[in-house]
């Protein structure tokens, strides 16, 4: 059952269905299970683009002691850790958290099983991934089998970073967002941005029903230049029915977009936002530049 979410305020929603009841599991098999017959597949076309991202950021602090973290903002069950990190794909996750196989084991031996799993298949380009979501259970599951290298529950929408958050922001250099938009505002990112020490680049799919207005303002009061192509639009997932295609189709006009071949054809539809500093950072001394201190 999914029941509509209630008014909010900017950057959140009024109209789209909730799922709190799959986010805060002890392992992300009802998570796969209920969005499945959606198609949720945001973190697949998240996937190329954030692996890109994360290696380019990270080519921008050659020279510079220790790898910039990715700090997944809504990490959840770890998805994009996996998807960044791991030979392994959307389709082959759904594939396994649906399985009946899987359906049997208890969350020990789920996790045991997923830790061996992921393990095989990390990639040799692997960053380190710090997940932040308010859903305890999740981020301990993914912290557990690997996915993240720290987990953060804190809530940064009613208060600022705790002092174990707040260290670990230092090391941040790429912050990801999925699934998120509606969840999260500019208070969030105001608190991250807060704490960060080095360059930052954020890179959030958030739906086009949702406006992000707030947080590119609040990103730019800390020196990123928000972009976003328009006219390339990624789908998030079906909507559950014809009240939530008529929120969402209504939302898209009136935030200035057609939904034609879009909202109208039944699935909810993302923007892609990359956040940079307006200025470059300074190249690292010693990073071959040729430049003298
Ligand atoms: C749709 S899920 C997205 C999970 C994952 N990023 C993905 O795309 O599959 C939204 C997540 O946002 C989390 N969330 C809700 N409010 C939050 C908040 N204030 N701060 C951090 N995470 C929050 C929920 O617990 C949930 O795990």
């Not at 958050?165 to 998120?180: F, K, M, P, Q």
Request: proline share 8%.
């Amino acid at each position: 059952m999914t029941r509509p979410e209630p008014s909010t305020s900017e950057g959140m929603t009024s109209g789209k269905s909730r799922f709190d009841d799959i986010y805060g599991r002890p392992d992300p098999r009802a998570y796969f299970r209920r969005l499945a017959p959606l198609r949720y597949e945001i973190p697949h076309h998240a996937q190329p683009v954030f692996r890109k991202a994360a290696a380019e950021r990270c080519a921008l602090d050659d020279g510079i002691p220790g790898t910039p973290a990715v700090l997944d903002l809504c990490s959840s069950y770890g998805i994009t850790a996996a998807l960044l990190n791991h030979d392994v794909t959307l389709a082959e996750m759904y594939e396994r958290y649906t399985s009946p196989a899987c359906e049997a084991m208890s969350t020990a031996r789920l996790a045991a099983w997923d830790k061996e799993f992921y393990a095989e298949r990390r990639r040799p380009d692997a960053v380190p991934v710090f997940g932040l979501d308010v859903a305890a259970p999740a981020v301990r599951y993914a912290l557990e089998v690997g996915l993240l290298d720290a987990a953060f529950t804190d809530n940064l929408e009613q208060g600022p970073p705790g002092p174990r958050l707040g260290d670990a922001l230092a090391t941040v250099g790429l912050i990801t967002l999925t699934g998120g938009g509606s969840y999260v505002t500019a208070r969030t990112f105001a608190a991250l941005l807060c704490r960060t020490r080095r360059p930052i680049w954020a890179n959030a799919f958030v739906l086009r029903t949702v406006s992000y207005a707030r947080i590119g303002q609040t990103l730019a009061a800390y020196g990123l230049r928000t972009t976003v192509d328009a006219s390339r639009t990624y789908p998030q997932r079906r909507f559950t029915d014809g009240r939530e295609r008529r929120y969402a189709v209504a939302a898209a006009r009136s935030a200035g977009y057609d939904p034609a071949g879009r909202e109208e054809a039944g699935r909810f539809h993302c923007l892609h936002y990359v956040s940079r500093p307006a200025r470059p950072a300074r190249p690292a001394q010693g990073a071959g530049t040729g430049e003298r201190a």
